[in-house]
C-alpha cells in the first residue's frame, strides 16, 4: 500500500491561523511541507517548526506564476488555505479579495494540472449557506448555497469552477469550515468566540448585535485535522465532493455563547441591540465528514471559551487588544 505520509504538501498561505496550525499537524505525522506566503500578518507563527527537515518556505505571492511553480516542485499533495479571509478585508480591500480569491485560485489549480499534482484540497466556508431559509432544519451539502457577502461569493465561484473540472488525475476535496475559534501559532483576536472571550476577561463590556443568529463553531486544530484527513483519505469517496467541517452540536447563537463565556467569566456584562450588520444565520449538519472521514472533534467551544480565558488572565498575550493580531 502506498505511504501517503511520504508525500511532499504544499499549504499556500501556511503562516496563518489556520496554515501555521496544519503545517504543525502534518510535520509531527511526517509529511514533507512547503508553506507559500507572502507573510502579510508575519511569519513568527513558523518559529515553532522552522528547523525542521521536512519544513521548506518560500516567501512569496500566489499572484505571482514564477512563486507558484517553484513551490509546487516535487509536490503531491496542495492545501489551498491563502484567501483574503471573512468578510470585513474582503469589504475593506475589494478589488484584492477577487484577485487572490478567484483569480490567483484558479490560476493556482491551472499550475497544479500543469504539475502533475495528484489531491487539492480547498478551505472554503460555511458562510456560503448565508441566511437559512428553515431555521428548523440544519443545513447540509445538499443545501442551496447562498451567499450574502463577497468573501463567501469568491468562495462558492471557486467551488462551482472546482467541481466543474474534469480531469480525472487530480481529486478536488472541498471543505467549508465552521467559524474557528480557539489558540494556534497566529492567534487572532477578531474571531466571535476568541474576541467576546478576550473582551469578557479583560473585563471588557460586551455589546452583542444580533444574538439570536445562528453560526457553527470549531476549533483552528481540528480543522486543520481535517485538512489532514482530506489527504489521506480514500479518493474514490472524496473526489469532487465538499464536506462541511465541524460538529452538529457545535451551532451556537450568540447569546448562548454569552451564556458559556459567564460561566468562565462571572462578571461578564453584556448588552444586546436589534441593529445588525452581519444577517447570516445558519445551522448546519456535519454527519458527512463523520461518516465518510472518520472526523470528530477534539475540543468543544466551552472548552474554547476555558482556553482563550486563561491566555488572557494569565497575560500569556501582553497586548492582547494589538492589531497584529487581527486580519483587518
Not at 468573501?151 to 488525475?169: A, I, R
Not at 473526489?239 to 467541517?245: D, E, G, I, L, T
Amino acid at each position: 500500500m502506498e505511504n501517503l505520509y511520504n508525500k511532499k504538501v504544499l499549504v499556500t498561505g501556511g503562516a496563518g491561523y489556520i496554515g501555521s496550525e496544519l503545517v504543525k499537524n502534518l510535520l509531527a505525522d511526517g509529511f514533507k511541507v512547503v508553506v507559500l506566503d507572502n507573510l502579510t500578518f508575519g511569519g513568527e507563527s513558523m518559529l515553532s517548526f522552522w528547523g525542521d527537515a521536512n519544513f521548506e518556505f518560500i516567501k512569496g505571492d500566489l499572484l505571482n506564476d514564477d512563486d507558484i511553480r517553484t513551490a509546487l516542485n516535487g509536490v503531491s499533495f496542495v492545501c489551498h488555505l491563502a484567501a483574503i479571509v471573512g468578510e470585513p478585508p474582503c469589504k475593506k480591500f475589494p478589488e484584492l479579495a477577487l484577485k487572490v480569491n478567484w483569480d490567483a485560485s484558479v490560476r493556482l489549480y491551472e499550475l497544479c494540472e500543469e504539475a502533475g499534482i495528484e489531491k487539492f484540497v480547498f478551505a472554503s466556508t460555511c458562510s456560503n449557506y448565508g441566511i437559512m431559509a428553515d431555521s428548523s432544519k440544519l443545513l447540509d451539502e445538499k443545501d442551496e448555497l447562498r451567499p450574502i457577502s463577497l468573501y463567501s461569493e469568491t468562495k462558492v465561484n471557486f467551488e462551482k469552477y472546482l467541481l466543474s473540472q474534469e480531469n480525472n488525475d487530480i481529486t478536488r476535496v472541498i471543505l467549508r469550515f465552521s467559524t474557528v475559534y480557539g489558540v494556534s501559532p497566529r492567534l487572532r483576536f477578531d474571531l466571535t468566540v476568541n474576541e467576546f472571550t478576550r473582551d469578557a476577561a479583560s473585563s471588557k463590556p460586551l455589546v452583542i448585535y444580533g444574538e439570536n443568529f445562528w453560526r457553527p463553531y470549531c476549533h483552528v486544530a481540528d480543522l486543520a485535522n481535517s485538512v489532514k484527513l482530506a489527504l489521506i483519505t480514500d479518493k474514490l469517496v472524496t473526489n469532487n465532493q465538499a464536506f462541511n467541517v465541524g460538529d452538529s452540536t457545535q451551532n451556537y447563537t450568540k447569546k448562548m455563547l454569552m451564556e458559556e463565556i459567564a460561566k468562565v467569566v462571572p462578571t461578564l456584562e453584556v448588552s444586546y441591540h436589534q441593529v445588525v450588520s452581519d444577517p447570516r444565520d445558519y445551522k448546519v449538519n456535519f454527519d458527512k465528514i463523520r461518516d465518510v472521514m472518520g472526523f470528530k472533534i477534539s475540543k468543544t467551544v466551552p472548552e474554547g471559551i476555558v482556553e482563550i480565558a486563561d491566555l488572557v488572565r494569565n497575560k500569556v498575550i501582553t497586548q492582547p487588544f494589538s492589531s497584529k493580531y487581527t486580519n483587518v
